[in-house]
């Protein structure tokens, strides 16, 4: 199979936000866009990560391209508020924004959830989301127009049992961006989302190759396999690029077919950390 042909260059004095930069599917985006000549700040909470990050994609930077991090909370506003101001320095404007930030927790049925993780997922989620539209958009705005792209997942859409919050904080990502798309598109500022499937960062790493939690995610995938996280980079690096600049409002599946299917089956581990009674519906 030939290799996929990306753009050379074509976003040489853009400036662009990628939250969760830090490592996985994040540092894969700010890479890409920073090798077709983007100004790219990264954030996350974790300043040697970010660093080490920086250090890859300054390797792979070309075109004019650029990276800058800072340690960022996007649940906190004036830690969003702070990024978005240092994200302007380079050039003076800001371009677009992947929010990458996102993560879930809480595994279990609904009826065992802990409120305050399920409040943290929906935090850092949905809240984290809808800071970084509420702190990109006025700059992107003055400056003509830009591109907002949301980190959506297929749980935002398929059945993932046991997922908790991270099922419900992704579908609100996905309409947010809806919604957005609508609200900002006379001001020229597109925003679209990406619902990865399975893709192999550090956090799928946790799921044994031989269980059955991994077979089900394969046997549910047409083509056989699990993505990687530049297969995500290179389709946020269309939609931040003016070769989209006709798309708005839209959820992308990155997933090698499996919205095309079921989703996973996490039975082994809920079982596993809960008991057999409490996944029927009884209180342990």
Not at 208 to 222: A, C, H, K, L
């Amino acid at each position: 199979m030939a290799e996929a042909v990306r753009p050379a260059g074509g976003l040489e004095g853009r400036t662009v936000i990628v939250t969760g930069g830090g490592t996985g599917i994040g540092r894969a985006c700010a890479e890409r866009l920073a090798a077709d000549g983007a100004a790219v700040t990264i954030c996350g909470r974790t300043e040697s990560k970010l660093q080490e990050a920086a250090a890859r994609i300054k390797a792979v930077a070309d075109c004019g391209g650029s990276v800058q991090h800072v340690v960022t909370d996007v649940t906190d506003e004036d830690d969003v508020k702070r990024l978005v101001a240092r994200a302007l320095e380079p050039t003076g404007k800001l371009d677009g924004c992947v929010a990458n930030a996102g993560g879930g927790g809480g595994m279990g049925p609904y009826h065992v959830q802990d409120t305050q993780e399920f409040l943290r997922v929906l935090h850092l989620n949905v809240l984290g989301t809808m800071l970084c539209v509420k702190h990109t958009v006025p700059p992107m705005v003055e400056a003509g127009g830009g591109s907002f792209v949301g980190m959506s997942s297929i749980a935002g859409h398929q059945t993932h049992l046991y997922f908790g919050a991270y099922t419900v904080g992704k579908a609100g990502i996905e309409q947010m961006m809806r919604n957005a798309a609508d609200e900002y598109g006379a001001q020229q500022v597109r925003f679209n989302a990406i619902r990865p499937g399975f893709v192999a960062t550090e956090i799928m790493e946790g799921i044994p190759r031989e269980s059955e939690v991994y077979q089900s995610y394969i046997t549910q995938t047409p083509m056989g396999d699990v993505g990687q996280p530049d297969d995500v980079g290179h389709l946020a690096r269309f939609l931040i690029g003016p070769e989209s600049r006709w798309i708005t409002g839209q959820i992308i599946n990155v997933d090698g077919g499996h919205s095309l299917r079921r989703g996973p089956d996490f039975t082994q581990f809920a079982e596993a950390a809960h008991g057999r009674a409490v996944l029927d519906g009884k209180l342990p």
